[in-house]
């Protein structure tokens, strides 16, 4: 799906009544007639994960979805990011390095805090980490056990400007944003519906307990 493209500013907060459409419309997508992840999934849905794989037009995607992303945001999101060949709106202010570092930025903004990543840039520093402890002497047998390369890295906001600029110009980093306050309220909102549902099940038993009482009498 598609969605908006950037601005300076693309993926601020919109005013309250454009909330469910993109800030800034993107041209190709309007032309083509494709429809955004906010056209396809209702208000009302809960989306427990997401993925965005979209060879570079993951922003766009992703102002496609402002709606869920505000409203009601997935507990986890995966993008597949190559910050170089990301597609630049036409009326946009920022290149692509930018543009990338906008959107992880937004979803930051949003909740998405718990952040981990996987692919070249991870690698590039633990091969950092392991050149370090080289150059000081070495590990022993347990601790070099211990510190055995991760699959995923855990990144700060501080350290997106790295992430996106250190990223490989031709092989996506997998990048893995945890909405906790969103689990949360996911949960909660299963737990009052089947207790909704609960209840309504008593009453229909009640009631039905009730019929068959007054036809025996």
Not at 117 to 140: A, F, K, M, P, Q
Not at 162 to 181: F, G, K, N, Q
Not at 203 to 214: D, I, R, S, Y
Request: hydrophobic share 40%; glycine share 8%.
């Amino acid at each position: 799906s598609q969605g908006g493209g950037g601005g300076g500013g693309g993926l601020a907060a919109p005013p309250a009544e454009a909330e469910a459409e993109a800030y800034f419309p993107c041209e190709v997508a309007e032309e083509a007639g494709i429809r955004t992840i906010d056209d396809e999934i209702a208000a009302e849905d809960d989306i427990a994960a997401m993925r965005i794989a979209a060879s570079g037009w993951e922003r766009h995607v992703m102002e496609g979805a402002r709606r869920l992303m505000t409203r009601r945001p997935p507990p986890i999101v995966l993008l597949e990011l190559t910050p170089r060949n990301a597609f630049v709106s036409s009326v946009a202010l920022e290149d692509s390095l930018q543009s990338t570092q906008t959107l992880l930025e937004w979803l930051f903004d949003l909740g998405y805090t718990d952040v981990a990543h996987s692919g070249h840039v991870c690698d590039e520093r633990w091969r950092n980490i392991t050149r370090y402890v080289n150059s000081r002497g070495g590990l022993g047998l347990e601790l070099r056990e211990a510190m055995r390369q991760p699959t995923w890295c855990h990144s700060a906001r501080s350290n997106l400007p790295v992430l996106v600029s250190r990223a490989h110009p031709t092989l996506p980093e997998s990048i893995l944003l945890h909405h906790t306050a969103g689990a949360k309220a996911l949960e909660r909102e299963r737990k009052e519906r089947l207790a909704a549902l609960s209840a309504i099940a008593a009453e229909v038993a009640k009631a039905a307990e009730l019929q068959q009482q007054g036809a025996a009498a």
